[in-house]
């Protein structure tokens, strides 16, 4: 039976979304643009919300009696490796990064002579 | 150059063009005028990416309109692969929703696995795309007047339960694949109602849309675009109609279009490859986030469990007794574990597939299901309701087909991996049956009876 439970949670779907992550992280994109490499920075982020919105239970560890019936296992590891996840991120971002400058660098030596 | 000086070009001194559209919806014009000219305004100070657009909002459009109707379909699939004709697919009671009803076949063995795997996974990984697809039309949830005309209420109307439904969908979905039921009402039934009301939002939505993404597409060339690096990226060329995608006074880029495809793109790899290990057994640690990531143990009996032993009810003391009743027949036939030990032993690898979009395949050991029925009396059998020694749950006994009793790979199995199973893999005996869904694939099993239909 579709109860209002259901329909309060349609409702704030399109809240949560619209009123609440869109504005996030649109404000956040705002302050990040400051930075010149912004996109070094944007992407690794934008990398880390996506996976702390999706596996979002694991990480706070909410539903763990459910979880812990069905899987025989606990959430405990979770949260560690999705800051792993995210420092992999953004270490992968910044080797990007200083390589694009190095080999910049290096061309601009050479025409340079 | 800073992002928040506007660039300078060809754009129009405004493409809103709000007052004009105020005299559509017939509203007095002194009023509007100057809650439009701030609304525009407020627009113009807003809405500043210089990437926003038809064409972009199209590419985004079509990848959605190509690969959400699998995830849907699948997912129905899934509905009957539960076995509506039983009453054990839920939610049981659908009204007029109810789907053509057919058997769901035993072959090929990783129907099941397919299906349910394709509906997850894919779910998962369109979650970037929907999100990329949602940002390129925001500054039309904020658009003023709300709404123009007959036509635009509709088309507005539409965008609710497309919206709505694809949201709430891709919520209730991730909770449920996590086990995290915070949400307090049943999964089953909010995510099927959800489905179709996403569904009737989504074909409104083509209808109405499947022109206005055409000419977006054919705006601009995707091949040109993907050669397009920062430097070059210029908004895209506003059309004529009102509330247009473009940005009225545009902020100079700080990504290109190819680089806003690639990060959505980019998203949705990472999905996949943080996914991937809970169907493929051999990557199963690469799913380092996921509930289905990680084994048990490393023995041949650490593979993933759906429901343990202990949240089962199912002890030691109710296997140690344990006696296979068979029903159905001219009388009831008992078996202990060194009888069903006697009876000849088929071998089969088979996947055992979750709909929370999980599987794993094993190698399974025990009798046939055909072989039991021809035991207890039914050689024929048309169906058969398989029971767990479990308490409670909703699926503690599950109905199985004749196609399914009869198939030969359809086993009681008593052993997994050349070992006995292990309690919480459902010792002493469990079924499994090829495609059959993992949670029909009744584990503690404490009787069959068998019916000719």
Redo the contacts between chains.
Sequence with gaps: MITLAMLTWFAGAIVGHDLVLFPLYAAVDRLLVRVRAVNYLRVPLAGCGLTFLLFLPGIVRQGEPTFQAATGLDQQPYLARWLLVCAALFAGSALVYLLRRVIRWSAGAARRG | VP?DRPLQGDQPRSVLDVTSNMRLAGLPRSLPRSLSRHAERRARALWRSPLRGPWLTSVFGVTLLVALPLVVVTGLLDYLAYGPRFGQAF?V?VGPLHLPVFDWPTRPSWLFQLTEGLHVGLG?VL??VI?AK??SV?PR?FGWPPVRSFGHLVERLTV?PL???I??E???G??NI????????DFY??HY??AW?FLAGFIAHVLVKFPAMVRGLRSRSLRAELRTPLSRTRPETPPSEPDSLVAASPAAP??SRR?LLA?AG??SL??AA?SVGQTVDGLRRTA?????G?T?DDGPTGF?????AS?AGVGPDEVQTWRLTLTGGPSAVTLDRAALAGLPQHTAELPIACVEGWSTTQTWTGVRLVELAALAGVPTPGSALVRSLERGGAFSAAWLTGEQLRDPDALLATHVNGVPLSL?HGFPARVVVPALPGVHCTKWVGSIDFRTA
């Design positions: 992002a939610p009671a998962l979650v970037p999100l949602l940002w925001v949830l609710v919206v709505g439904g949201l709430f891709v919520v209730t991730v909770l996590q086990y995290d039921y915070v949400f307090g009402f039934t909010a109602f959800g009301v700080t990504i680089g990060m980019g998203g990472l999905v943080l380092v986030l996921l509930p289905r990680r048990v993933p469990i759906n429901r343990t949240a919480d």
